[in-house]
């Protein structure tokens, strides 16, 4: 088997780890999907640039941040629904128990800093190791396992639950399930 094909398994066997956290930042499955193709056409473009020996999931999953991010501050050029009047056409009452409780849990996720919003995705919902997490963000292992434990407890606190059993486990949130 040559670098290439063992390069590009590996890739694809992340995938799903990557439309997770994308999902994660856009909540929308589309932006999702779109945001991992151009993940993937951007390493692939790269893989040159890529050093064997050293963390793939973390190189993609960084490729993915960047990306997003991109899509952010290009998006704050385009026009804006200041009043909300699109916004609200795309809600739609909740039909189930778990989509009102993710709806809670995103609301939840909303009122955390974003850097420990990030920090609790990776390593809760992505499974990233607290060495990934830190490397994707780019700061040291204990700022990355500090931020976790903040994100969590105030996540807890924000959703007045005592301990994790009071909240909806994040694996069993359908899009992670679906990803």
């Known amino acids: 088997m040559t670098a290439a ?13 990557l ?12 932006d999702a999907d ?19 020996g050293t963390n793939l999931r973390a190189w993609m999953f960084t490729i993915l941040r960047n990306t997003y991010y ?11 629904d ?10 739609t009452p909740a039909t189930q128990d778990w989509s009102v409780a993710m709806r809670t849990l995103q ?17 809760g919902a992505a499974g990233l190791s607290y060495e990934e997490a830190a490397e994707i963000c780019g700061c040291a292992l204990g700022t990355i ?14 959703m ?6 009071d909240v909806m486990v994040m694996e069993t949130m359908p899009a992670v399930n679906r990803a």
Request: hydrophobic share 40%; no cysteine.
């Open 5 to 17: 094909v063992s390069w590009r398994e590996e890739v694809v066997a992340l995938i799903p780890a």
């Open 82 to 91: 200041e009043q909300g009047e699109y916004a609200g056409q795309l809600q």
């Open 145 to 158: 396992k500090s931020r976790v434990n903040r994100a969590r407890a105030r996540l807890l606190k924000i």
């Open 107 to 123: 609301l939840a996720l909303q009122r955390l800093p974003a850097e420990h919003r990030e920090a609790l995705i990776l390593v």
């Open 34 to 52: 779109d945001l991992v193709q151009d993940t993937l056409i951007k390493a692939w473009t790269n893989r040159d640039k890529f050093e064997p």
């Open 19 to 30: 439309r997770a956290f994308a999902w994660s930042l856009s909540h929308n499955g589309s």
């Open 70 to 80: 991109t899509h952010v501050l290009r998006r704050r050029r385009e026009v804006r």
């Open 160 to 165: 007045d639950a005592e301990d994790a059993n």
